[in-house]
């Protein structure tokens, strides 16, 4: 069973631009998890998605940031516009359940020039 | 709203040897999860050990075992036999039933040869 996938890896960003980071749960997870890391700090939950369904998105920005969970395929979060301080490493990570143990990504590291 | 609180940003210990590492939260909540996460310099998230607030015992995981002592709302985590694989990042972290995972600030271990 592959773990939670990620992708891109590594996304480099103008200012100005759109960053799209890819979470692909592991096999029968249907709980996603957003958190970010600003350098030198802990993870910050963001939000949290079922599929089709935004469950709790009281640590995302109110401007810019957005994400999706569709029925078929990845979960997304999208940054538009980004600036510099939108630079850290964001990780998605999936559960099976509301109880269950959640699951980590390798992470996405976001730098904005 | 709940809190989690490391205290000690860095530490260090001698390969071999033993190293505690320090972790309080604050809730209001009677039914909750504790987890000590590894970050190594991948920045890969790794589960370390888990304590269910419900259960008295003491979790442990090997090397790795856990102080947790629910009405001072204190978590520490023992690594005993220390090795140099496990210089990281540490980070304490609580969750609430079917909710989102809180962490602290982290500690970062050291360890010497």
């Known amino acids: 069973n592959a773990g939670v996938m990620q992708n891109p890896r590594h996304l480099v960003r103008r200012r100005g631009q759109e960053a799209r980071l890819r979470c692909s749960p592991m096999?029968?997870?249907?709980?996603v998890y957003w958190y970010r890391q600003l350098p030198e700090e802990g993870l910050k939950f963001m939000v949290y998605?079922?599929?089709?369904?935004?469950?709790?998105e009281s640590g995302m920005p109110k401007e810019r940031f957005s994400a999706e969970f569709p029925k078929e395929g990845p979960s997304i979060l999208r940054i538009q516009q980004v600036v510099r301080g939108d630079s850290a490493a964001y990780f998605c990570?999936?559960?099976?359940?509301?109880?269950?143990?959640?699951?980590f990504g390798p992470g996405t590291r976001l730098t904005v020039t | 709203a709940q809190t989690v609180t490391q205290s000690q940003p860095e530490m260090s210990v001698q390969e071999a040897e033993t190293v505690t590492l320090s972790c309080t939260y604050d809730?209001?909540?009677?039914?909750?999860?504790l987890f000590w996460y590894k970050q190594p310099p991948s920045r890969q998230m790794i589960l370390v050990i888990r304590?269910?607030?419900?259960?008295?015992q003491n979790a442990t995981e090997n090397r790795f075992s856990v102080n947790f002592q629910k009405a001072a709302k204190s978590f520490s985590l023992k690594i005993s036999d220390s090795q140099l694989g496990d210089a990281a990042m540490y980070f304490c972290a609580y969750r609430s039933a079917g909710d989102k995972l809180i962490f602290g600030t982290g500690t970062r271990l050291q360890v010497f040869p």
């Open positions: 809730t209001s909540e009677s039914d909750y999860y």
């Open positions: 096999k029968g997870h249907s709980h």
């Open positions: 304590q269910e607030a419900y259960k008295q």
């Open positions: 998605l079922q599929k089709e369904n935004i469950i709790d």
């Open positions: 990570a999936s559960s099976p359940g509301l109880e269950d143990e959640q699951y």
